[in-house]
């Protein structure tokens, strides 16, 4: 689906590159169309720019996020690639860009809108970078067409929020949109958004650094308890957003649930951790600890490179987590940076 080729990366305790490809990096057009003026309503994303290479990212007219040329311009995004020994990046719609609260035709428009505007930002990637869709997952039936006609236009994925609207990844209509995929190699990359709890996590990012984590948490756990592995296919790639959030650390904790308490098993035939090989997490996680912990539960073959760029949250000096984590092998590191990320994708 892509060829990647040895471009950049970091090298081994025996002097070999090893490449690495980044799972997890955002994208905005540089300029879209004004999406109030065709649809009327409110709260339509759009860019403010200051003629210095950064802009404001406008939520209607609240201020959302400064965001700088990175998000827009592919000889930006490789410049600081190369500074930071990245081969290659896999591009997708901040979740702001998602729509799922819109009427379905609207959907509709805004996914292949963005989506055609990030393959023509990875047309000019130099072969180095590839997108992830997005879909309006507020109609399944569309979803499912769009990401079929992301796929035939170069997608190597798609993206998609930790709930639609208030309903999980339990919801049917996620597990027709997953089977979908399953049953079209096309991987699926979850990211949380309009996070839970937010009247209470206004203040200091706390929606970002609490609210994400358990938003993430809730997708993987809501997928093992309604039985949904258990039912689809195992050809289904998955993947979940920085770290799986507090999954692994909290694994325990449902685990024990699940074996003392009947009501806390749902509908899943076998205990939490039997699933632990039916989905992939990233490496956003930012502590060399967490890292080894995500590891030695998931294993090496499933964890992932990633690191939010380009916003300040994400990992600041990429590759440094992995390549500065004790107790990791040759072989794991060689896989986390980009060897499980190519099998996943599909790039060579």
Not at 44 to 70: C, E, N
Not at 107 to 127: T, V
Request: charged share 25%.
């Amino acid at each position: 689906m892509g060829d990647l080729g040895i471009r950049a990366g970091s090298r081994g305790e025996g002097g070999a590159v090893m490449q690495i490809l980044d799972i997890h990096s955002h994208f905005f057009p540089k300029q879209w169309e004004d999406l109030q003026a065709r649809f009327g309503g409110r709260d339509w994303p759009s860019l403010k720019h200051h003629g210095d290479g950064t802009a404001m990212v406008m939520k209607g007219q609240q201020k959302f996020r400064p965001i700088y040329d990175a998000c827009w311009d592919p000889d930006v995004r490789l410049r600081e690639m190369d500074q930071q020994g990245l081969c290659g990046q896999i591009l997708s719609a901040t979740p702001l860009l998602f729509g799922y609260e819109r009427p379905v035709a609207q959907g509709e428009y805004i996914a292949k809108l963005f989506n055609d505007a990030a393959m023509a930002i990875c047309q000019r990637g130099r072969g180095r970078l590839f997108a992830m869709a997005q879909v309006p997952l507020q109609d399944i039936d569309a979803a499912c067409a769009e990401a079929s006609r992301a796929k035939s236009i170069g997608h190597v994925g798609v993206q998609i929020g930790s709930h639609i609207n208030g309903r999980g990844m339990d919801d049917a209509g996620v597990f027709t949109f997953l089977q979908h995929c399953a049953d079209e190699d096309i991987p699926v990359f979850v990211h949380p958004w309009d996070m839970m709890g937010a009247d209470r996590t206004g203040d200091y990012m706390m929606g970002w650094t609490v609210g994400m984590p358990a938003e993430t948490q809730l997708s993987i756990v809501s997928l093992i308890l309604s039985g949904a592995f258990d039912r689809l296919s195992r050809k289904l790639k998955i993947a979940f957003a920085h770290g799986g959030g507090s999954f692994i650390f909290l694994l325990g904790r449902l685990e024990n649930a699940w074996h003392h308490r009947d009501i806390a098993r749902g509908r899943s035939e076998c205990p939490p951790s039997h699933y632990l090989d039916r989905f992939s997490l990233d490496s956003a996680v930012f502590d060399p600890g967490a890292l080894r912990l995500l590891v030695d539960k998931m294993g090496d073959q499933r964890v992932m490179f990633g690191t939010d760029y380009p916003f300040p949250l994400g990992e600041q000096k990429m590759g440094g987590l992995i390549r500065e984590t004790e107790g990791l092998s040759e072989q794991s590191r060689e896989r986390l940076y980009a060897g499980n990320a190519k099998a996943f994708f599909g790039i060579e």
